[in-house]
């Protein structure tokens, strides 16, 4: 069955600076899909990024990247300049053919 | 993307009666909805599939009468939680889910609160 872990239940940054949020997840398809969402005080979801285990480049969308390493299992997410926004619990995902995983979550602070 | 209106937002009932959500997927025809439960500072834990013109697939564990899911349209799904105690009051979120290659749509959560 497979499994999505992350390891960190909660981190701080400070604003501006960079932050990595780990994820591993194990599974015997070769084909699939990784996401991370973000989860605000809201409590609605929002993707912040997705990436298909085809694609050998490592998905980026503005101050948000991954680091999909496929052997390892392992798809970090990266946040550049972090913003009073980016405070939320962060979930890592993976999609099989009927189910999405989520992981434990891991909540993120930015301090001023 | 899939736009997923969830209502009620939030609810108060008393201890013993039900309770419906309703989850509907505005711009997209949805044969498969899926039903999560979210505790306090925990993930989304999925509680059902919910397939349309057909009975609900159930993960293990959960209560098959006691959350009766229906979807008699592709636009719409509802949860219904009976005979509600204490310890049902939850964050409860529905998705959509695409094709393969898209993401999950989520409603805006439903927070219960049994008394």
């Known amino acids: 069955a497979q499994t999505v872990t992350q390891s960190q239940p909660e981190m701080s940054v400070q604003e501006a600076e960079t932050v990595t949020l780990s994820c591993t997840y194990d599974?015997?398809?070769?084909?699939?899909?990784l996401f991370w969402y973000k989860q605000p005080p809201s409590r609605q979801m929002i993707l912040v990024i997705r990436?298909?285990?085809?694609?050998?480049q490592n998905a980026t969308e503005n101050r948000f990247s991954v680091n999909f390493q496929k052997a390892a299992k392992s798809f970090s997410l990266k946040i550049s300049d972090s913003q009073l926004g980016d405070a939320a619990m962060y979930f890592c995902?993976?999609?099989?053919?009927?189910?999405?995983?989520f992981g434990k979550g891991t909540r993120l602070h930015i301090l001023p | 993307g899939a736009v997923v209106s969830q209502h009620p937002s939030r609810v108060i009932c008393k201890s013993g009666t039900s309770v419906k959500i309703e989850c509907r997927s505005l711009?997209?025809?949805?044969?498969?909805m899926f039903w999560y439960r979210q505790f306090p500072k925990q993930s989304l834990m999925l509680m059902a599939t919910?397939?349309?013109?057909?009975?609900?697939?159930?993960e293990q564990g959960v209560e098959k009468d006691k959350f009766l899911i229906n979807h008699a349209s592709l636009t719409l799904s509802t949860l219904t939680v009976t005979s509600a105690h204490p310890e049902d009051s939850s964050f409860y979120i529905c998705?959509?889910?695409?094709?393969?290659?898209?993401?999950?749509?989520f409603g805006q959560g439903t927070r219960l609160t049994v008394v």
């Open positions: 998705s959509v889910q695409g094709l393969r290659n898209t993401e999950a749509f």
């Open positions: 599974t015997s398809e070769s084909d699939y899909y």
């Open positions: 990436q298909e285990a085809y694609k050998q």
């Open positions: 995902a993976y999609r099989t053919d009927d189910k999405i995983i």
């Open positions: 711009d997209f025809q949805a044969t498969t």
């Open positions: 919910s397939n349309e013109g057909s009975k609900a697939t159930y």
